[in-house]
């Protein structure tokens, strides 16, 4: 299969892409050069014709530091969809807990989730910055390729990528997080239809810094910078809900045949369920100069969806598909070496997940880092 998401072949490129992320810094008489060039390329290289184009300019006196910040935004100031700020009319009130992992926090957190959205194209692989997430999704897209939306609360990296344009799903998957979603654009009534939730999008060319990796999958997204402008605050529902007890029947492999191309296992061990895709170990950096590790979380859930098209085509005419993710369909939980069977119910937009078991009683998520796979009905999910 073919699509404007798969990456070229080419020998050179594909060598580069090998190498260690390394930051670019253009200086002098080449920075108007860049500039230039990089509009033309994210003008033409997503997979829409249209998508809200991103003007790198590279500071030749940047330091950014690639640590891990708390996520204290400041009040002052918020971030808007252009890149600029615009002064809050709301103060948040602070949470104890962290939305997307359960998890008491160490102090009380007036935070807004910031959402990144990451690429898992071939180039793409060894992505950055994705261990330090809270809660992921999973979801598919032309091609038969996926692309994972980070969400972040209580520690927002630096860097996080390769970052990617949003989809028509993502108004309604990302609504009951009430997040700051940065991406290199999207189709201009995708982003609207994002923006219409309250979401705040940002596609400012501040926002990312370019990598030593194959186009389009070569942009990191500066995760920690949008994050020092989100005064938005947590999010006003539990996207889902968390609980102490959580008891199935035991289980230790989980197969998704998403696709032709992308076939994803998950494997119980003793750091929690590890990942692989394609045959092979799935792998994350932590910081864009670091050599990538095995990736694994605490809590996988699949969430059965009906699929149907977007209503437009990619650039290589492939079709583009969105997702039912409010209504209620199919849900298997597996966390500590067990699974649980049920049901999602979701009644609008706003509301979060309510997870309920064949025996009726509702699936509690164990406190940790989520793993959310939004797979069509028609996949044929297998554990044992």
Known sequence: MTSGDQEPTNDSASGRSMLPDKRIVIGGGALLVAVIAFGVFLGASDDNPDDVATTLAVDSTQTTSSVLVAATPTTATQADGNGG?????????????????????????????????????????????????????????????????ALFFDTVPVGVGPARSIRPVDGDLLAPFNPVVVTTGGRPWVVREVEATGAIVLTGAEYFEEILRQPPSNLLALAAKANAGATGGPPGTEPFRFGDSFGGSPVSSISIPLSGVMDVTWTAGSDGWKRSQNGAPFQV??????????YSVDTVVVMMVAERSAGYQDTAGATVPTFDVIGFGKVIVFSDGQVVEGEWRRGSQTDGWILISDAGEEILLPRGRVFVEVVPRYVDVTFS
């Open 285 to 294: 950096a932590d910081l864009f100069d670091s050599d990538p590790g095995d």
């Open 85 to 149: 700020v615009s002064v809050p009319t709301t103060t948040a009130a602070p949470v104890d807990v962290n939305p997307l992992t359960g998890q008491a926090l160490d102090s009380a957190n007036t935070g807004q989730v910031i959402a990144v959205k990451i690429d898992n194209a071939p180039a793409a692989q060894g992505q950055i910055g994705l261990r330090e997430a809270g809660m992921v999704f999973e979801v598919p897209v032309e091609g038969g390729l996926t692309r994972f939306t």
